[in-house]
């Protein structure tokens, strides 16, 4: 008892003497502690899966979704997952930038140096990207117009090297720019719909309502003649 009551009375007056000279309280900075802590701790990683949807010998395809965290469309493919019933559990990197940045130093101490700041947690992020990677069935690949994702063409080359099917989405603006990570995939998708449209396809072999071109649309053998002229 004396000793907590000892440790009141210096939280006291270091408390009273750093708000006298200008600066936070204790209680500030050990609230403002709490929520930064609680912060990083609510924002996870991105996992979704629909395994329910499986039945008991079907298998469950593991889909990593790698690239650009400033938008939505891992949400969109977790929807599809679930509106067509496919037996698919998404996995994906940290998709928070700070967290990402700073998990490094933050276990296990700062740098001095940016350099190494960013190889350190390059390095603890690359546990959890390379291992789901690995055990990935799919891999699907991001890149959005307004950021370089450096990372995400990383990932695409690491997957193609493990002879993982790949399927690379992004807007048709920077299709020149990537023509040889494109060049590599198995699909290449300009929305997150088209990704569950090639999901559902390769899983249950079903097609989209509607052709991508509409009624403009024309069969291969109506276009450009039968495929074997010798059956």
Known sequence: ??????????????????????????????????????????????????????TATEKVWRVYLSGEIHSDWRDVIARGVEEHKLPVELSS?????????????????????????DKIGANMNAVRTRTLIKDADVVVVRFGEKYRQWNAAFDAGYAAALGKPIIILHPPAISHMLKE????????CEDPEQVVQTLAYAIKGNFPKEPRDGSEYIPIADRLGKGNPNP
């Not at 494109?182 to 290449?188: F, L, T």
């Open 93 to 117: 990197p940290n998709t928070s930038h700070e967290d990402s940045d700073d998990c490094g130093a933050y276990i296990l101490g700062m740098e001095q140096e940016r350099s190494n700041w």
């Open 1 to 54: 008892h004396r000793f907590h009551r000892f440790q009141s009375i210096i939280f006291y007056f270091v408390n009273k003497k750093m708000m006298m000279s200008g600066g936070c309280s204790l209680t500030k900075l050990f609230t403002t502690a709490a929520l930064r802590s609680a912060s990083r701790s609510s924002r996870r990683f991105y996992v979704s899966s629909s395994v329910a949807a499986a």
């Open 181 to 188: 990570v494109n060049q590599a995939a198995n699909a290449v």
